[in-house]
């Protein structure tokens, strides 16, 4: 059975100083070109949105699997997205592979091994690495969603991924996509010329 999938994008962009769900990447947006990588690999897929989600929703592709769930707390941080995707997937899903609007150049063969090597290994967690750093996207048994529920608003998803390492695959993968991200318009403008960019605190 195929996991479910999540694509948090809801988030202000504050940092890039426009929405990133809308930049373009290999003729399409950031956020559609997710939701054309993760569409195959799962069912269903729940798209949550929440800064300007009126002028972002009318530019999503239509998927037969996918559904665009709103998130009305998003100032209050990326948790309440997660929750809010966890929220909208059916009982019977029991895992999830979720990722940032921001991490638009993971390539599929790391969905295929993470998944892969979830399944085979019966883990809680599967979380790609490469040279030994961690990124997304992530998957997680129904166990550990049901956990991040339970969060409070003020916490993250972090504290109950951390607590379940030794029930963690580390899936080290030649993709540099996975850790990423796409945070300032410096990043942006690298990644568009090829040139990783010069990598700042979170």
């Known amino acids: 059975m195929k996991p479910g999938g999540l694509i948090l994008a809801a988030g202000q962009s504050s940092r890039m100083g426009r929405d990133k769900a809308l930049l373009e990447y290999h003729g399409s947006t950031f956020l559609n070109h997710l939701i054309s990588l993760f569409s195959p690999h799962v069912d269903p897929l729940i798209v949550v949105l929440g800064h300007h989600a009126e002028t972002i929703r009318p530019t999503i592709q239509q998927r037969p699997t996918a559904k665009v769930v709103i998130n009305r707390d998003y100032e209050k941080g990326m948790l309440t997205s997660l929750q809010a995707g966890i929220r909208a997937l059916p009982s019977d899903v029991g895992a999830a592979l979720f990722t940032l609007v921001d991490h638009p150049t993971v390539e599929e063969s790391t969905l295929d091994r993470l ?18 750093r961690r990124g997304h996207p992530v998957i997680a048994a129904r166990p550990i969603l049901e956990e991040i529920l339970r969060l409070p608003d003020d916490s993250s998803a972090k504290t109950v991924i951390r607590g379940h390492r030794r029930e963690t695959a580390f899936v080290e993968v030649d993709d540099p996509g996975v850790v990423l991200d796409i945070d300032r318009p410096s990043d942006y403008d690298a990644m568009a010329s090829s040139r990783p960019p010069v990598e700042q605190e979170k």
């Open 115 to 132: 998944i892969e090597q979830f399944q085979a290994g019966r883990q809680a967690l599967a979380i790609p690495c490469y040279r030994r």
